[in-house]
């Protein structure tokens, strides 16, 4: 009989024992799993429980080799326990995969005091990161960081860009702007 090894190293009992036992084989058995597919597939059926414990639970996938996972895992983190996501979100948005960091800025996107944070990512050096930062920052009050990004990426050479950076300043009623 083929033993299996854990991709990550199970949680403790105690950090097990505060998710249900509806939930309790899923995670078990995600540990275990090496299916990229079937790895995803448990984390969004996590996911539509909602429920806290799982925080800790599923944490370490944020730092899985695959980005998909890791998009995934971020989402989750956000859905089960939005103030202990935070820091972890701001700290991805340091991810080396575009996919991670444009979830992590929609998920950004959610807290009341975000535009600063989301900001930042004009100055991104992927475009697209660029264009989600200034369509994520339609509607947002002025903010000094989020008029010079967005005035910066008036000029550049994208159109989608500059459309986002024009609508952007345009939702914000700043004069300066």
Do not use: W
Not at 50 to 61: G, M, Q, S
Not at 99 to 111: A, K, R
Request: net charge positive; proline share 3%; charged share 30%.
């Amino acid at each position: 009989m083929k033993k299996f090894q854990t991709v990550f190293k199970l949680p403790s009992r105690a950090k097990l024992s505060r998710v249900t036992s509806e939930n309790q084989g899923f995670v078990e058995s995600l540990y275990y799993q090496r299916n990229i597919h079937l790895i995803l597939n448990r984390l969004d059926e996590l996911a539509k429980s909602r429920e806290a414990a799982l925080f800790d639970v599923v944490e370490p996938f944020t730092r899985h080799r695959n980005s998909l996972v890791r998009h995934r895992a971020f989402e989750v983190l956000f859905k089960t326990d939005k103030l202990r996501a935070r820091p972890k979100l701001e700290d991805a948005l340091s991810d080396p995969s575009v996919y991670v960091v444009g979830t992590v800025l929609h998920c950004i996107d959610e807290y009341p005091d975000s535009t600063e944070n989301i900001a930042k990512m004009l100055s991104h050096k992927d475009t697209q990161i660029k264009s989600i930062a200034a369509q994520l920052l339609f509607g947002h009050k002025a903010h000094p960081l989020a008029v010079e990004g967005l005035t910066k990426c008036l000029k550049h050479r994208k159109n989608e860009l500059r459309v986002s950076a024009l609508r952007a300043i345009a939702s914000m009623g700043d004069e300066k702007a």
